[in-house]
C-alpha cells in the first residue's frame, strides 16, 4: 500500500514538473504579447515581424483611424436603419427608397476607400513583402463581395 502511494505522489510531482517547464513558459510569452498599450495588436507586430518602431507607427494609425471608422459605422446603421424604415412602409420601390439605397451605397464606399487608404498607410510601414502580405489578407477578409455586413432584410411588408 504504502508503494502505491509513492507511485501516486511522484506521478503527480511530474506531472507538476512538466507543467511547470513545459505550459508555463509557453503561456507567459502568450500573455505579454498582449500586454502594451495596443493589446488588440500584438498579433500584427507578431504576424508581421514589426520592429518597435514600426509597430509604434501602425498603432499611431490604428488610433487615428480609429474614430473615423467609428464615426462611418455610425452613418452607415443611421442609414440602413432609414432604408429598413422606408421598406417596411411599402411593397414597391418609390423614389425615397431609391435615394435612400443610393445614399447607403454611397456610405458603403466611403467607408471602404477610407479603411483601404488605412490598409495601404499600415502597410507602408511595414518591410516590403510583409507589407504585401497584409495587404492581401486585409484585403480578403474586408473588401471581397460578401465581407460587409448587407443590409437586412425586411420579412414583413405592410401593404
Not at 57 to 70: I, T
Amino acid at each position: 500500500m504504502k508503494k502505491s502511494w509513492l507511485i501516486i505522489l511522484a506521478g503527480l510531482l511530474a506531472a507538476g514538473i512538466g507543467y511547470a517547464c513545459v505550459f508555463l513558459p509557453m503561456m507567459s510569452a502568450h500573455r505579454t504579447s498582449g500586454e502594451g498599450p495596443h493589446p488588440e495588436l500584438a498579433w500584427l507586430k507578431k504576424e508581421y515581424h514589426l520592429t518597435d518602431a514600426q509597430f509604434a507607427q501602425v498603432a499611431q494609425l490604428h488610433d487615428a483611424y480609429r474614430p473615423k471608422c467609428a464615426e462611418m459605422c455610425r452613418r452607415i446603421d443611421e442609414q440602413n436603419a432609414k432604408v429598413q424604415q422606408l421598406l417596411a412602409a411599402t411593397n414597391a420601390v418609390s423614389p425615397e427608397i431609391k435615394e435612400a439605397l443610393a445614399e447607403a451605397a454611397r456610405l458603403r464606399a466611403e467607408c471602404e476607400t477610407a479603411m483601404l487608404q488605412h490598409f495601404y498607410e499600415t502597410s507602408r510601414q511595414m518591410p516590403s513583402e510583409q507589407g504585401k502580405r497584409y495587404l492581401a489578407w486585409v484585403q480578403n477578409e474586408t473588401l471581397l463581395p460578401g465581407q460587409m455586413v448587407p443590409i437586412k432584410p425586411v420579412m414583413k411588408m405592410h401593404e
